[in-house]
Nanobody, 115 residues
Framework: VQVVESGGGLVQPGGSLRLSCVASGFAFSRYDAWWYRQGPGKEREWVANLGGADDSTQYASSVKGRFTISRDNAKNTVYLQMNSLKPDDTAKYYC?????????WGQGTQVTVSL
């Protein structure tokens, strides 16, 4: 039972990236999913979440209107589409879920927004 993130990289301000979180060992569609991030010298912060039961979404105010969380059940994957990226979005992004009373974190994927 694990999740693995990918899709990070270096992008210029104003650019876009799509992060993927692929689950294995369980059906991701049944569970809530979260994206968190941790910037240099900062604490880990919540970015967005997606409900497993109803696909409801919530976003941190700092990313609302720019980021979109979604899922593809056929691929057992949750995505984070990030548009209009800013240097302040530079961070390592983590996928998180909670399955059968167990917390599951991915290893993270680095996003760097810079000229």
């Amino acid at each position: 039972v694990q999740v693995v993130e990918s899709g990070g990289g270096l992008v210029q301000p104003g650019g876009s990236l799509r992060l993927s979180c692929v689950a294995s060992g369980f059906a991701f569609s049944r569970y809530d999913a979260w994206w968190y991030r941790q910037g240099p010298g900062k604490e880990r912060e919540w970015v967005a979440n997606l409900g497993g039961a109803d696909d409801s979404t919530q976003y941190a105010s700092s990313v609302k209107g720019r980021f979109t969380i979604s899922r593809d059940n056929a691929k057992n994957t949750v995505y984070l589409q990030m548009n209009s990226l800013k240097p302040d979005d530079t961070a390592k992004y983590y996928c998180y879920t909670f399955v059968n009373y167990k917390e599951i974190w991915g290893q993270g994927t680095q996003v760097t927004v810079s000229l």
